[in-house]
């Protein structure tokens, strides 16, 4: 019964690692893009960025829903300027 135990208490602690680290990807995803924002005026970085500290799970659920489209925009844009870079340094 002891191994059997062990064996779940495992594969518990692999899935909420799983989820702790997931967590932590969208956390700092949220923080740049918060930079990222240039529409943004810096009262508003510095107030989200104090609920991403003080409420984060709430302030990720809020971020996402409210400004997920433009996030995936800034996302897009900038995965286009790099990749435009790499080109004109590969070509040079």
Request: a positive charge.
């Amino acid at each position: 019964m002891d191994i059997l135990g062990s064996f779940w208490n495992f594969i518990s602690f692999l899935f909420w690692s799983f989820v702790f680290v997931a967590y932590l990807i969208v956390l700092f995803s949220v923080a740049a893009d918060i930079f990222r924002d240039h529409k943004l005026s810096g009262w508003l970085k510095a107030l989200w960025l104090v609920f991403l500290i003080f409420v984060p799970f709430l302030t990720v659920l809020i971020y996402v829903i409210a400004r997920g489209n433009g996030m995936a925009e800034r996302q897009a844009q900038s995965a286009m300027q790099n990749r435009e870079a790499t080109d004109n340094y590969i070509r040079t």
